[in-house]
């Protein structure tokens, strides 16, 4: 039925949530909020800031050295391992 019709659930927590949009307004396909767990959701919030935030740090590492070169020299001399070989 009508979703705006269904007001028993668990979900309507987190309608009024930052990032919840029309049409589909809180979406959780995994139902990780299933039981209501305010403090759980917002703990989950802040991991996947965390996360996020991580990601981008990593690309930025992986992109940077291709755009500024890479550090000269030897990464393990004993190796005969460069830096520019990686």
Not at 36 to 64: N, P, Q, W
């Amino acid at each position: 039925g009508d979703w705006a019709l269904y007001t028993d659930s668990p979900l309507r927590a987190f309608e009024n949530e930052l990032g919840v949009q029309e049409p589909v307004g809180f979406w959780d396909p995994l139902g990780f909020t299933a039981d209501g767990d305010a403090l759980a959701f917002k703990r989950r919030r802040c991991v996947e800031l965390k996360h996020g935030r991580i990601s981008m740090l990593a690309t930025m590492g992986y992109i940077t050295p291709e755009v500024t070169g890479k550090f000269p020299g030897y990464l393990a001399p004993s190796m005969d391992l460069k830096f520019a070989d990686i």
